[in-house]
C-alpha cells in the first residue's frame, strides 16, 4: 500500500503518516519523489484500515499496489531507479553501462591485463567470477577469496568497478568486501537466504534472471532485496531454457521491455550467457542495447581458447572493441549514451 502525500504536505505531516503506520505494527518507507513524496507501508497482510490513513493531514490517496510485488514496481516508484557506482559509472538513467570481461578469474596477468585493455575500450565494470558455479562439479570451480583480491588489484590497475557472484549467503560479505556490485546468479535467483543477506549489505546487487524463471518471478526474488532494504538492484535478461539446441539458451529480449514497464529498477542483458556462442553474441548484444537495456555483461578473454570456463561464448578483445563501436552508434539512435570511459589511471605505488 502505497500512501500518496499532497505535493504541499510538510515534514510534520509525512512524519505523522509513517508514526500512524508504525502504531499499526506495519513498517513505513518514505519516497522522495520528484512532484511529492509518498510513504510505503511494508507487510500489508490485506487488513490495513486504509481510512485511517487516507483521514491524515496532507495524505492525497491511498493506493492499493496491485501486483505481487510491491516495492520494485512502477506504481510503488514512477521514477527510473539508477545506481551509482564508486568510480561514476550509473546504471539506470540515459547512459547505457557495459560490463565485460572473463568468465572466471584464473590469474593476475590474466585479470589485470584484460582490465586494462576493456578500460581503453571504454567499459567501466569488470566482470570475473572468483566462486563459480559449475554445472559440473570437476570443472574449475574458481580461484576463490584469492580471486576477489586478483580482481580488487584489477580495479586498482584499471579504475573498472568489479561485479562478482557470491553463492551463498556466507559468501555476500566476503565478496562485499572487494567488490562494487554483488552478484547473484541465475542459478540463485531464488536462493532466498542469499537474497536475504545480499538485501542487508551497503552494496549494489545485480540479480540475473533464473533460467526458467518467469518475468514475475525475477520481480519476486528482486522483492526480497528490496524488502531487506537494499534499493540498488539491478535485473539481468542471461537467457531461458527453450527447445532449441542451436543456443545455449535462448535470450529473452522482451523481458527488458516488460521489466522496463512493470518496475523502476534497471536492467541489463548477457548476451554471452545468452547464446553461449562467440558468434552470437555480438548480434544480441546491438539487438539488447536497441530493446532498450541499460547495459549489457559480455565475457570477454584475452585468449578465448585457452579460457578455463567459458571460452567458446568469450569475445576476442578485437571483437568486444568493434561490438562497443557499433552500440555507441545505437545508443545515439536512441537519444542515449554509454558511460563515458575512465581516464587511465596513474601507475600503481605512485
Ligand atoms: C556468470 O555470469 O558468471 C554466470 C555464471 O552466469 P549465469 O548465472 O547467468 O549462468
Ligand atoms: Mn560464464
Redesign the pocket.
Given at each position: 500500500m502505497l500512501v500518496v502525500m499532497k505535493q504541499s504536505a510538510s515534514d510534520d505531516e509525512i512524519g505523522q503518516v509513517v508514526e500512524t503506520i508504525e502504531a499499526m505494527g506495519y513498517d513505513a518507507r518514505p519516497i522522495p519523489g520528484k512532484q511529492r513524496t509518498a510513504v510505503g507501508l511494508i507487510g500489508n497482510d490485506g487488513r490495513v484500515d486504509s481510512a485511517r490513513l487516507e483521514g491524515l493531514q496532507g495524505v492525497l490517496e491511498v493506493i492499493v499496489v496491485s501486483h505481487p510485488y510491491k516495492q520494485v514496481s512502477r506504481e510503488w516508484k514512477a521514477e527510473d531507479t539508477v545506481v551509482t557506482l564508486p568510480n561514476g559509472t550509473r546504471i539506470g538513467g540515459r547512459e547505457i553501462a557495459i560490463m565485460a570481461g572473463p568468465?572466471?578469474v584464473e590469474s593476475e596477468e590474466q585479470i589485470v591485463g584484460v582490465a586494462r585493455t576493456l578500460r581503453r575500450m571504454g567499459a567501466t565494470i569488470l566482470r570475473g567470477?572468483a566462486f563459480k558455479p559449475r554445472t559440473s562439479p570437476y570443472s574449475f570451480q574458481g580461484l576463490g577469496e584469492e580471486g576477489l583480491v586478483l580482481l580488487a588489484r584489477a580495479r586498482e590497475a584499471s579504475g573498472l568497478a568489479v561485479v562478482t557472484e557470491a553463492l551463498d549467503p556466507e559468501g555476500v560479505e566476503l565478496v562485499a568486501r572487494y567488490a562494487d556490485i554483488i552478484q547473484i546468479g541465475a542459478r540463485n535467483m531464488q536462493n532466498y537466504p542469499l537474497l536475504r543477506r545480499a538485501g542487508q549489505s551497503e552494496k549494489p546487487v545485480l540479480l540475473k534472471r533464473g533460467m526458467s524463471a518467469t518475468i514475475k518471478e525475477l520481480l519476486l526474488a528482486a522483492e526480497y532485496l528490496l524488502a531487506e532494504g537494499n534499493e540498488q538492484v539491478i535485473l539481468c535478461e542471461r537467457g531461458v531454457r527453450s527447445f532449441d539446441t542451436h543456443t545455449r539458451n535462448l535470450l529473452d529480449l522482451t523481458a527488458i521491455p516488460v521489466v522496463k514497464s512493470l518496475s523502476h529498477l534497471p536492467i541489463i542483458a548477457d548476451p554471452?550467457?545468452g547464446t553461449g556462442i562467440r558468434t552470437k553474441v555480438t548480434p544480441m548484444a546491438r539487438a539488447a542495447v536497441a530493446a532498450g537495456a541499460d547495459g549489457l555483461m559480455v565475457?570477454v578473454h584475452p585468449d578465448p581458447e585457452m579460457a578455463l570456463?567459458?571460452g567458446a561464448?568469450s569475445l576476442f578483445p578485437e571483437q568486444f572493441q568493434e561490438l562497443m563501436d557499433q552500440i555507441r552508434v545505437i545508443s545515439r539512435a536512441l537519444d542515449r549514451e554509454l558511460v563515458p570511459g575512465l581516464p587511465e589511471p596513474a601507475p600503481m605505488g605512485v
Open positions: 568468465c572466471a567470477g554471452s550467457h565475457e570456463s567459458d561464448q
